[in-house]
């Protein structure tokens, strides 16, 4: 599908709000909560780049066992939200236990969350085999549990992401949902893939969206996994009508996204890209921000994280022009912020570059 293609489609009804509780969310395309990515920083690069037309962003996962290990060191290193900055947004906890996950909650809501996500998505085997994340869809009856104590333990709308399941051809998603929803859940977010497939490259099957979507009576479903164009946004919406679109990876260096595919649903027409400068300053405001705001004490730890997202900013253009290859080239090798900001200023300065 290209955007020609679109002024054929009837996509009007594609952007409407979708309601979480008592929260509107102006627009259902959400950023999806990543692990080392969905920090404070790119959070509020989200913000500024793509505004409203992003209408949910939600933190990293926590785990319920630190925060409710008071003398944990790091049981309050991630709080980081800014509510006045970044409103509407979830924060995303995860564990198997049911008065734990009750208790983070709590703790979670007095620290200023206005929704609480729980993660039943994360695939990772040190988490899944433990029961955390997707493992919880192993055990419908146990995850439904989870739900209801989080839900009974706050007055906030609480939201799970599942994956289709956890083995593959084992669609616990659908059933699980009915169940969510009965005991409260506000919202689910459904990933297609199973946790057993990781993020293997495979033939997207929406099947599952489309059958959680049907399960529920009245709460929102979102689509989620591959979403990395307004067509695969739209492709998914019309073929699932799912409410809306939960986009992870493809956000990583363009924080933009959720804009572009908005503007391109209105308008038909395409999105003017960023500059070689805007992606600069992006990326430097990034760094500035992921320093400045950081649980890390070490500038050096912060910096190591950076290495593997800064060069995203510019993957677009890293086959047409050899200076912008040793740019990312460099990327990945920095120590320092100043290292950063002398690779990246001569761009933002050179404002006609690209």
């Not at 008592?22 to 909560?33: G, Q, S, V």
């Not at 920090?39 to 949910?56: H, I, M, P, Q, T």
């Not at 399941?165 to 005991?183: H, L, S």
């Not at 022009?321 to 040793?326: F, G, L, S, V």
Request: with cysteine.
């Amino acid at each position: 599908m290209t955007i020609s293609k679109l002024h054929n489609l009837d996509t009007s009804s594609l952007l409407k709000p979708i309601q979480i509780g008592n929260i509107t969310i102006n627009t259902p395309l959400t950023l999806a909560p990543m692990d080392g990515m969905t920090n404070y920083a790119f959070r509020r690069l989200v913000r500024e780049y793509s505004g409203e037309d992003c209408g949910l962003v939600c933190t990293e996962l926590l785990s319920s066992l630190i925060l409710t290990s008071p003398h944990h060191p790091r049981s309050r290193a991630k709080f980081d939200w800014q509510p006045t900055i970044e409103f509407p947004f979830a924060v995303q906890i995860y564990g198997n236990d049911p008065a734990m996950m009750a208790d983070a909650a709590q703790i979670l809501v007095e620290a200023g969350a206005p929704i609480i996500d729980i993660n039943m998505g994360c695939w990772v085997p040190k988490i899944a085999r433990k029961g955390g994340g997707a493992g919880l869809l192993r055990d419908v009856c146990t995850a439904t549990a989870v739900v209801d104590a989080v839900v009974q333990a706050v007055d906030v709308p609480v939201t799970v992401k599942v994956r289709a399941g956890y083995e593959v051809g084992q669609p616990t998603a659908i059933n699980f949902a009915k169940a969510a929803e009965d005991v409260g859940a506000k919202l689910i977010a459904v990933h297609w893939r199973y946790a057993k497939q990781g993020f293997r490259p495979i033939p997207p099957d929406w099947t599952i969206i489309r059958q959680v979507k049907e399960a529920v009576r009245s709460i929102p479903v979102l689509g989620n996994g591959d979403v990395k164009t307004t067509a695969d946004a739209i492709k998914m919406m019309l073929e699932t009508d799912c409410d809306g679109v939960m986009i992870g990876r493809a956000a990583a260096g363009h924080p933009w996204l959720f804009k572009q595919i908005a503007h391109e649903i209105r308008t038909g027409e395409p999105f003017p890209l960023p500059s070689m400068a805007t992606r600069a300053q992006a990326a430097l405001d990034h760094a500035r921000v992921m320093v400045e705001t950081s649980e890390h004490s070490d500038e050096t730890v912060t910096i190591l994280e950076l290495r593997g997202r800064l060069h995203q900013y510019f993957d677009e253009f890293v086959e047409e022009d050899e200076r912008i290859a040793q740019l990312r080239y460099h990327l990945v090798r920095v120590n320092t912020l100043a290292d950063i900001e002398a690779l990246l200023m001569p761009f933002i300065e050179e404002r006609e570059y690209i």
